[in-house]
């Protein structure tokens, strides 16, 4: 049984305009020790998806309007919210896409760690202190002992996204999201990042669930991928898979949007055209207007994800190609 188990997500906004249907029946299971990576452009669904997972959404605004969400087996979406407190942070931790606005300007970076610790661990304060100097020590932040008393602003992106994990891995999770870790940080920074969470998981052997819209990031991290678009996953396999033969007219154009130092590239591939309007998408493919290979069949109805080629499942009306 995979550790985590997204069946059929449906995630809907209220808005002015009517419901937004951020996410629109997303399935993926991520299995423990292992690294799923969900790739597609901004506003694709990925973060909603993870923040649903997290039980994070805006409740004003936000709905879970079907599908399940079950880790080792629990549908997280049947628990109270007292439940829900207990595994986020402890069994389920999230990174967040930007460090400086996720973390609380008015508290040090000390006390941010320590508050999981007391809260899940029981621990007291001097021993939360330890730990969380342990752990800081852990991501490779030079000097610990003075920067677990440092606030966000004294601290550069890199240093603040890796308090980010300490705080994300302080309490051991099963399940570790993270949503865009390498977001605004140079190459050199995001190589360091990602040889940091690969360490770590290999350390601990927890589950990643990484968020990106980089393809070089996906491919370096994860062992499977699902690609979204428009609030649907359209394609699903192994990283050497997708890499080796995307089989969504989609993937290919993401990947042929790559620059790549063995060819000469006047000019970069682009995907024509832009994503439908979540509130009124269109009646078949979502990717058909879009598309270079559409014809009535697209145009007409949904394509459900379906297996092409072993272990490889496409949501499209033409695969494989």
Known sequence: MALLEVD????HFATDGGEFRAVDGVSFAVDAGK????????????????LSVMGLLPARIARVAGGSIRFKGTDLLTLDEDAKRDLRGNRLAMIFQEPMTSLNPAFTIGDQIMEGLIRHKKLNREQARQAAIAMLRQVRIPAPEQRVDDYPHQLSGGMRQRAMIAMALACGPELLIA????????VT??????????????DTGAAILLISHDLGVIAEMADHVAVMYAGRVVEQAS???LFDAPQHPYTIGLLGSIPRLDQDQERLAVIEGSVPDPARPPPGCRFEPRCPFADEQCRAAQPDLRDVLPGHAVACWKAPL
């Open 8 to 11: 059929g997500l449906r995630t």
């Open 239 to 241: 990283v050497d898979a």
């Open 189 to 202: 920074v995001q190589a360091q990042i990602l040889d940091l969470l690969r360490d770590l998981q290999r």
């Open 35 to 50: 690294t799923l990576g969900i790739v597609g452009e901004s506003g694709c669904g990925k973060s909603v998806t993870s």
């Open 179 to 186: 949503d865009e870790p390498t977001t605004a940080l140079d």
